[in-house]
């Protein structure tokens, strides 16, 4: 078994968590901020890229807007597939409006969209609402059996 590597949503730093290690309540090294709070993280462009580019773990990634109604009715159910999912699939948040390029380069045509990347690439994606039960039972279905 190797260690988990794990990118800290707050500061972008990289943490190193070992296998045996509960993962739950870890706190970043860099900003001691925790690494899991049982609820998805609003990212930028950079801190994206670093997340999909250097976790070793699974990461969920929301694309939504403020605007968008079904964006919004979904956030309570993706906050509680993070507190179910979590910490062996980092969630986290991409705002659209404030991240086009991102947007763009990842070929999104509707939100809301998630995207399931591992090892650096995506693995799955989907578009449209969805409950908690829904989010995790996809999420689970597409995981690759080493993830």
Known sequence: MSDRMVVCSSCGGINRLPEKRDASAAKCGKCSERLFGGHPHD?????FDRHVKRSTLP?????????????????????????????????????????????????IRGIPTMILFHAGREVARTSGAMSASQIVSWVRGKLPATA
């Open 59 to 107: 990461v969920l990634v929301d694309i939504w807007a403020p605007w968008c109604g079904p964006c919004l009715s979904m956030a309570p159910a993706y906050k509680a597939a993070a507190a179910e999912l979590e910490p062996d699939v980092m969630l986290l948040k991409l705002d659209s409006d404030k991240n086009p390029a991102i947007s763009e380069r990842l070929g």
């Open 43 to 47: 990212v930028d462009a950079a801190t």
